[in-house]
């Protein structure tokens, strides 16, 4: 079916753009038609009617051209991209063309003030280009990195809302799978020619020129190719925030602490498990004011560092922000009054900036100097707080805010195109005006009363509205007084109203010097935002100084009030604890602290204790020491001695693993095995529970295999917990591996009460409690009681028969017998086949060990099975 009129201008338009919807403006509205309106009219809520065109009918939805916004914004936050197309006049009537594509990427009305980082990715010879542009705020980073998997880790710090793939990311069907799994990133496909190297360095040079381009130094064509691609991306949707992109910079993620995907939420940063914010690290540590600071105070808890010069500045501010009570609030209610710069920047660039967007810019810049006299406080001066302050070029930024003082009247109108938003003695041609407008109104004014004295008439009032334009009214008992000159234009019911020459010249005259001074006010206007645009750079050192104090004055005040202590950050080695807390759980639990304890010495500590006794909360607490410590934060515990990490890798208990049609077992060996390969010497390990997704001696196995490579071959510092108390055995054997465990009260047998103690103490356990815990958690009763009894079984015999149906007389039956140290089953209730018939001379103990023994298969078994069958052996003939 062919369209014509409207629709098919719509639908062709609509066929130009590989937007999922259009927006074409209609007059006074904006209209989707067809399927576009179908979708809107659902998705938005909107009305939806059926016009008519040509004699077929449509849907046809709209909303005012006012109100388009946040009808666009609620779109694209649900991931769709929406191209508008805006209507102007030509010579014959009007025309219709697509003016931008608003994507979640590049959404400049957003109101989410977190970052909005638009990704590109792409492979060029084995490596992976990363670039990340934020058109809110201007931010633009670039780095190269070597495996997909990083490419995952970065992405994951930077939670980027759009993500466009290179044509080769595309073939990688595992990574974009997993970005689409992993974020709730929108995944467009961009021009693959944008990813040429070649092109994509033109479009780099053309925006940052030759000279800047050089000196970030992107060293390798896959971040020229990622950063050209980007940029050109943002060019095409014409949102006109290119002037905001004032720097690219190059980054190295080897700066940053590794933190892959994983880890990053297993150790809740920025959201919890079950993806809520609240419970999350940022969320309990946060107390900025600012948005800007929020942005930055994530960035650091994302992204903490390595280089320890960089940690002890921040470190540095932090401690004296926190000694400083009265100058810390001073701080803060200083930064109360910022608004979020970087993102006025990119307004002003865009020109969507309005007389009240330019007024913040004014008072933004009006808090540096605040700023400054706070941190000229006695305590601050010697931090690097000064420094901080006085980085940006204060001279500039009092000249710009003068200049917006002089020019902007204080209570501007919303609209720009309407006059009213400059003052007096700003531009002499707009005073001018001003006076005529003025001389002409205090004629109007003084009219009534002239001509009520002139005429005779009481009931005599000078007015204006919309299609009248301004006339006299004169009550009805008065009408026969009016002079000859007066026409009549309009009669009322009680009143008539009239017009005179004079009247119409002096209309004509102000709606004239109001055109005029309208016009005017745009043009100045718009000089002026192109002035503050020219200097978008400035505003971003602006606002990025105010994020940082306000990150800092977060971190200082988050740790006065939960008694926060500075760590003393050393090159590598050590972790030493003490009177650590979990940073998130202590401010909801009556927490019991616990030390670390990790040297040269002693690097992996095997963590053993009944299920829920705080093995996780333990390790996690450690980790997010060494996290925060690096952060440049203060860090929960009285007193801390952290050695710098290069990464943290973790593998904790699976909760929502199941996606991707991967096993809960498969997805734990497959982040096993990342860990095994990335961790270096200088790495954190924290292993929760590894093997436990498999048969019990496969589990085993790999738990012991790994604990050996993890001391022998890699070396860095590790905790793994694990309910295998066979491992125990293993810090015999090798020298830097310890058990420590958590200490609990009662036994739990029998009903037993257990009290988890939560302290942390040196050596191994030798219970797991699971039984307790089952009863705890309310399994019946029948089950509980059953499980003592098979438990108290085990312990015994070390081998526990299976209860099938009812057969025989005593109403239960024994089917089978697993034999747990032989991890065979003996089937029938005569004992059976499996393990053989004990000899009635030898104790059945030492039978059954015999036989295991005779039956092992040295050739076929993996030696670490061997070797904990051999433990267990002399283990059971020692009993
Ligand atoms: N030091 C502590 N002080 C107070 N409460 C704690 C402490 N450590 C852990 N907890 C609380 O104990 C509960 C269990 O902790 P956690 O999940 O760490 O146990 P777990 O030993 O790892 O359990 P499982 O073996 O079943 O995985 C949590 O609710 C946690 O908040």
């Known amino acids: 079916m062919t369209a014509d009129g409207i629709v098919g201008e719509f639908l062709t338009l609509k066929s130009e753009t590989d937007a999922d919807l259009l ?75 697509i003016t931008r594509v608003v994507t979640p990427g590049t959404l400049l009305e957003t109101t989410d003030p977190s970052a909005q980082f638009l990704a590109g990715v792409v492979a060029v010879d084995g490596r992976y280009g990363l670039a990340l542009a934020d058109v809110t705020t201007g931010e633009f980073l670039v780095t190269t990195t070597e495996s997909a998997a990083d490419v995952l880790a970065e992405l994951h710090r930077f939670d980027p809302v759009e993500v466009l793939p290179g044509p080769t990311v595309d073939d990688e069907s595992d990574l974009l799978a997993r970005v689409r799994e992993r974020t709730d990133a929108a995944v467009t496909d961009h021009d693959e020619a944008a990813f040429a190297p070649g092109r994509a360095e033109r479009t780099l040079r053309e925006q940052f020129g030759d000279a800047a381009l050089d000196s970030v130094g992107l060293d390798h064509r896959a971040s020229v190719a990622a950063a050209g691609a980007v940029l050109a991306y943002v060019e095409g949707t014409g949102v006109g925030v290119l002037g905001a992109m004032t720097r690219l910079q190059a980054y190295d993620p080897g700066d940053h602490l590794d933190l892959d995907a994983t880890t990053q939420r297993n150790l809740e940063l920025t959201e919890t498990m079950h993806g809520g914010r609240e419970g999350s690290l940022l969320a309990t540590v946060d107390h900025t004011v600012t948005s800007a600071g929020r942005r930055r105070l994530r960035e650091w808890l994302t992204r903490p560092r390595r280089d320890r010069a960089v940690i002890d500045r921040r470190l540095d501010s932090v401690a004296a922000l926190s000694e400083a009570a009265l100058a810390r609030d001073r701080v803060r209610e200083v930064l109360d009054d910022a608004y979020d710069l970087e993102r006025l920047a990119a307004k002003a660039t865009s020109g969507s900036a309005d007389a009240a967007d330019l007024l913040r810019v004014r008072d933004t810049l009006d808090v540096l100097p605040a700023l400054a006299s706070a941190v000229a406080d006695s305590r601050l ?103 000859d000159e007066y026409r009549e234009i309009k009669t009322l019911k009680n009143s008539r109203r009239y017009t005179t020459d004079e009247l119409a010249d002096r209309e004509r005259e102000i709606l004239r010097l109001e055109e005029a001074r309208g016009d005017l006010e745009y043009d100045l206007f718009r000089e002026l935002r192109d002035r503050v645009a020219a200097r978008a750079e400035l505003l971003q050192e602006v606002g990025r100084t105010l994020a940082t104090v306000d990150a800092l004055a977060s971190l200082a005040t988050h ?29 909801t639990t009556d927490f019991v602290p616990n030390g670390v304890s990790l040297h040269a010495d002693r690097r992996f500590l095997l963590v053993t204790g ?28 009285r007193s801390a001695t952290v050695g710098v990490v290069d990464g943290i890798y973790t ?173 065979t089953m003996r089937t029938g209730t005569d004992g059976g086949t499996g393990g053989g018939e004990p000899e009635a001379s030898l104790p059945a103990d030492v039978e059954a060990v015999l036989d295991e023994l005779e039956s092992v298969n040295v050739e076929e078994t993996p030696p670490v099975e061997l070797l904990s069958k051999v433990q267990s052996w002399q283990r059971r003939l020692g009993e």
């Open 381 to 483: 001066a010697e931090s690097p707080l000064p420094d901080v302050v006085n980085r940006p070029d204060r001279e500039a930024a009092a000249d710009l805010r003068t200049e917006l003082d002089e020019a902007l009247a204080d209570d501007p109108p919303k609209t720009v195109t309407e006059g009213g938003l400059f003052r007096r003695g700003y531009d002499p041609e707009l005073d001018d005006l001003l006076d005529r407008y003025e001389g002409a109104r205090e004629w109007l004014d003084g009219l009534a009363d002239r001509e009520k004295e002139r005429t005779g008439i009481t009931h005599l009032q000078v007015d204006r509205n919309k299609t009248d334009g301004y006339y006299v009214q004169v009550g009805k008992s008065e009408t026969d007084a009016v002079p």
């Open 23 to 97: 927006a074409m403006q209609c007059g006074d509205f904006y209209e989707f038609f067809a399927e576009d309106a179908e979708f809107v009219g659902d998705e938005l809520d909107l009305k939806v009617s059926e016009k008519s065109s040509h004699g077929s009918t449509y849907p046809m939805a709209g909303v005012p051209v006012d109100d388009l916004t946040p009808y666009l914004k609620a779109l694209v936050e649900r991931g769709y991209r929406v191209a508008v197309a805006d209507q102007y006049e030509t010579d014959g009537g009007h025309a219709r063309e």
């Open 651 to 823: 593998r904790v208990g699976a909760l929502d693993e199941l996606a991707g049609g991967r096993s809960t077992f498969m997805v734990e060996m497959q982040e096993l095995s990342n860990i095994l390969h990335s961790a270096t010497e200088e790495s954190l390990v924290v292993l929760d529970e590894v093997g436990r997704g498999t048969a019990t001696y496969d589990g085993i196995s790999i738990a012991w295999a790994t604990t050996e490579y993890v001391h022998n071959r890699i070396g860095c510092k590790c905790l793994f917990a694990t309910h295998y108390h066979e491992l125990t055995a293993l810090a015999d054997h090798l020298p830097r591996v310890e058990n420590v465990h958590v200490a609990v009260a009662g036994d739990g047998d029998d009903g037993d009460d257990v009290t988890f103690l939560r302290t942390i103490e040196e050596g191994p356990t030798d219970r797991s409690y699971g039984v307790h815990v089952a009863d705890l958690a309310g399994v019946p009763a029948p089950v509980v009681d059953r499980s003592r009894d098979v438990l108290d079984r085990l312990r015994e015999e070390r081998a526990i028969e299976a209860r099938g149906a009812a057969t025989g007389d005593d109403g239960e039956t024994t089917q089978a017998v697993f034999d747990l140290s032989a991890g």
């Open 559 to 587: 740790a006065v009030g939960q008694d926060w202590t500075r760590p003393d950050v050393v090159e590598s080695g050590p972790l030493v604890v003490e009177a650590g807390r979990h940073p998130v759980v202590e401010t």
């Open 610 to 637: 009944p299920n829920m006794s705080g093995k996780s909360t333990y390790m996690r607490q450690a980790a997010l020491i060494v996290l925060l410590a690096q952060a440049g934060s203060f860090v929960p515990a």
